[in-house]
């Protein structure tokens, strides 16, 4: 399972991508995520928001239960910093799940 962190900067209403950045390489069924990772970055370049992304080797897109705890979470650390998380997309083999299509 790879968590890959995808950043934006607002340029006169238009959305830029400055990086697209692996920062979690976990096992077959599991992975840490932590915060500092996720926005270091970010934080750097001066991002506007972030969109997070990780596969299921399972082939099942459906979120677990660290998954959805972990994406509230980074969203708070996001409200706390200024930088928002626009969405969380979990990849399947043939499908795909995102957090903003189904909150």
Known sequence: MKVLTIAYKKKKEVKIIIYA??????????????????????????AHSIILCHNHPSGNSKPSPEDLVATKQLIKVGELVGIAVVDHVIIGKETWWSWKEEK
């Open 21 to 46: 950045k692996n920062v979690s390489k976990g096992t077959l069924n599991s992975t840490a995520i932590h915060a500092r990772k996720v926005f270091k970055r970010a934080i750097k370049e001066g």
